[in-house]
């Protein structure tokens, strides 16, 4: 199997150049989506720290780029929303977020905010000695108590003696605040005004009103993220789209 994909046919979430040259690497197997964008590739086309996979690698062999906490050392490790990306050695920190058409874009954030990141509870299941394991959409996994509920969302603390410490909880209900994730509405911002559960193989549907023009859209459940409480929109969430 090739390790690599042309860039004509590579995900337009990357948003990457597509004729500068003829291929592009791989995502490895990971926590994310297929839409996930290798690391190695955001290191080279977004951040502009380096111009060939050589000196992609010989950066990442030093331990020097950090993600969700834990440095990287594979190219081919996947990224995706709100992945929390630091350099420490150049002082730059950035959140992975989507902007109006749904492309990766590097949101660079202080160091301050780049020692959490907001997950989304994929599920949860109770382990050895009864206890509740969250297991978070970017791989992670964290004990906690049965407050929490799949498609909540939490914010976990990525660093220091306390990692992985829930700091704040967004249920998945109507009246709080969610991002679109996927489909034709992705990286729109609104309230969860209805949730429409489907008795069948059907995905569920959620309803939301923009929280700019107060209009309202329908998606499916699996592309809702839950970003905010009862109406409050995280400014720093916000992103028009580029051109």
Same mark, same amino acid.
């Given at each position: 199997?090739?390790k690599?994909?042309?860039?004509?046919?590579?995900?337009?979430?990357?948003?990457?150049?597509?004729?500068?040259?003829?291929?592009?690497s791989?995502?490895?197997?990971?926590?994310?989506?297929?839409?996930?964008?290798?690391?190695?590739?955001?290191?080279?086309e977004?951040?502009?720290?380096?111009?060939n996979?050589?000196?992609?690698?010989?950066?990442?062999?030093?331990?020097?780029?950090?993600?969700?906490?834990?440095?990287?050392?594979?190219?081919?490790l996947?990224?995706?929303?709100?992945? +929390?990306?630091?350099?420490?050695?150049?002082? %730059?920190?950035? @959140? /992975?977020?989507l902007?109006?058409?749904? *492309?990766l874009?590097? #949101?660079? +954030?202080?160091?301050?905010?780049?020692?959490? %990141?907001?997950? @989304? /509870?994929?599920?949860?299941?109770?382990? *050895?000695?009864?206890? #509740?394991?969250?297991?978070?959409?970017?791989?992670?996994?964290?004990?906690?108590?049965?407050?929490?509920?799949?498609?909540?969302?939490?914010?976990?603390?990525?660093?220091?003696?306390?990692?992985?410490?829930?700091?704040?909880?967004?249920?998945?209900?109507?009246?709080?605040?969610?991002?679109?994730?996927?489909?034709?509405?992705?990286?729109?911002?609104?309230t969860?005004?209805?949730?429409?559960?489907?008795?069948?193989?059907?995905?569920?549907?959620?309803?939301?009103?923009?929280?700019?023009?107060?209009?309202r859209?329908?998606?499916?459940?699996?592309?809702?993220?839950?970003?905010?409480?009862?109406?409050?929109?995280?400014?720093?969430?916000?992103?028009?789209?580029?051109?």
């Open positions: 199997m090739s690599h994909l042309k860039r004509l046919v590579a995900p337009d979430s990357w948003h990457i150049p597509k004729k500068v040259k003829k291929f592009v791989k995502t490895a197997p990971g926590p994310h989506n297929a839409q996930a964008m290798p690391i190695g590739v955001w290191l080279r977004h951040a502009k720290l380096a111009n996979m050589k000196e992609v690698k010989q950066i990442l062999s030093q331990r020097a780029v950090i993600v969700n906490g834990k440095p990287v050392s594979d190219p081919k996947g990224i995706g929303v709100f992945d +929390i990306i630091a350099i420490p050695k150049i002082g %730059r920190y950035y @959140r /992975i977020q902007d109006m058409r749904g *492309r874009v590097s #949101v660079e +954030i202080p160091e301050e905010a780049a020692q959490a %990141r907001l997950c @989304r /509870i994929r599920d949860k299941t109770i382990v *050895r000695g009864g206890k #509740v394991q969250l297991n978070l959409n970017y791989g992670a996994n964290v004990i906690a108590d049965n407050t929490y509920k799949p498609k909540d969302s939490i914010v976990l603390t990525l660093g220091g003696e306390n990692r992985f410490t829930i700091t704040d909880h967004f249920p998945f209900a109507i009246g709080n605040t969610a991002m679109i994730i996927g489909g034709r509405h992705s990286g729109k911002i609104g969860v005004v209805e949730i429409t559960k489907t008795p069948s193989s059907v995905p569920n549907r959620v309803t939301l009103e923009d929280t700019g023009s107060n209009t859209f329908d998606t499916i459940e699996e592309y809702i993220f839950m970003v905010g409480k009862s109406g409050y929109v995280p400014g720093e969430l916000k992103l028009e789209a580029e051109e």
